[in-house]
């Protein structure tokens, strides 16, 4: 009603606060009563410290409205909640203990029993035994009922607080691509690291000592060239050892039969170098998209490095299928198992990029 002048403009940021507030309220409740933890809404992103911009953060702010809609809708649903429980719980002890009832108050308004109906030309007592043991069994069976009722009735409670008070989808999946792009971002460059020092420590390494052979052999050629064409030989060698290093290096990066050939070539091409026999099966319609492809050959090569390494295992399985618009992958051995996520960083690492895309 204020709002056609200035004044309505702090009093309802005002409301929405308080409605945060106790929302916070809420979540604490349900977090003793019903279990349910909800973490706290995303905070109010203020453009400047003033109270001006505090009030345009709080009216901006979807978490504040989800909260005046939380308070809303929960105190009509709280009302009837409490009556249907304050109902059924007096209504069932009540009919439930009615034998003590009559034993202590046998008579009522001059009569026996308990006068359940009268007008003027009709009256219901509960007098005999037989209705007695009625009324009890009704009440018991009340009784044991109650309980699940009311906590039918928390399901709703539950469903309020989780979709209102929470942060929203947005917010949550923002967060979840943050993380997933940390992790992208430290996969990469470790792997960045990982190839320099492959590349440092074997093939450079190999053709520095290829470059000193070549050289010393071409310094003996003229004095000595059996010991020259022996060198040059040897470097022969020694050239096939680098280039193999730089292939292995190269498939590591990317191998070129999943380009060239896709998924089932190149997981048969890593399940041929595993040390245990490894039987692959591929069914896709249509080949996935190449980030997926990726992530699903490096992620069978490190299962199957795993296997080889840990498992002592005597043969393995590969299965890729494809529900929906989701890639299925599934790497099975008959090793020792114990495999443990948080023991170590290799399985952490590949859930870390599987994270990366949705997996």
């Known amino acids: 009603g204020l709002l056609i002048t200035f004044l309505g403009v702090p009093v309802l940021a005002a409301g929405l606060a308080g409605c945060r507030g106790l929302g916070a309220l809420e979540r604490a409740r349900a ?3 019903l279990g349910l933890d909800v973490a706290a809404p995303e905070p109010l992103r203020m453009r400047k410290r003033s109270p001006m911009g505090w009030m345009g953060a ?3 702010s979807g978490a504040s409205w989800r909260h005046l809609l939380y308070t ?3 105190f009509p649903w709280a009302v009837f909640a409490f009556s249907v429980a304050i109902t059924l719980w007096t209504t069932g002890w009540t009919l439930l203990t009615y034998p003590l009832w009559f ?12 006068q359940l109906y009268g007008d003027e030309g009709h009256h219901v007592y509960l007098d005999n035994p ?3 043991t009625v009324t009890a069994l009704v009440g018991l069976l009340l009784t044991l009922a109650t309980p699940w009722i009311v906590r039918s ?15 929203s989808k947005l917010a949550t999946r923002v967060v979840e691509l943050e993380s997933d792009r940390g992790v992208v971002v430290d996969t990469a460059a470790a792997d960045l690291r990982r190839i320099e020092r492959d590349l440092h420590d074997g093939a450079q390494a190999r053709l520095v000592a290829l470059a000193m052979d070549l050289g010393l052999a071409k310094e003996k050629l003229a004095e000595d060239p059996e010991a020259a064409a022996r060198m040059v030989g040897e470097a022969h060698g020694e050239v096939k050892t680098a280039l193999q ?13 999943l380009t060239d050939r896709g998924l089932d070539a190149a997981l048969s091409s890593v399940a041929s170098r595993c040390t245990v026999p490894v039987q692959v099966e591929v069914d896709l319609p249509a080949r996935p998209a190449p980030a997926i492809e990726g992530i699903a050959y490096f992620t069978v090569s490190e299962l199957l490095q795993n296997i080889s390494k840990h498992a002592r295992a005597t043969r393995a399985t590969v299965d890729v299928w494809r529900i929906e618009n989701r890639l299925m992958l599934q790497v099975v051995d008959n090793g020792v198992g114990g495999a443990d996520a948080g023991a170590g960083s290799g399985l952490a690492g590949l859930a870390g990029r599987l994270d990366a895309v949705d997996g």
């Open 103 to 114: 034993w202590v108050f046998p008579m009522s308004g001059g009569q026996d029993g308990l």
């Open 72 to 74: 809303v809708i929960h």
């Open 31 to 33: 977090r003793g009563l």
């Open 245 to 257: 290093e730089l292939r292995d290096l190269a498939r590591g990066i990317h191998p070129a039969v």
């Open 153 to 167: 009735l928390t399901l709703v409670d539950r469903l309020l607080v989780g979709g209102l008070l929470g942060p």
């Open 130 to 132: 037989f209705e007695i």
């Open 58 to 60: 709080t009216l901006r």
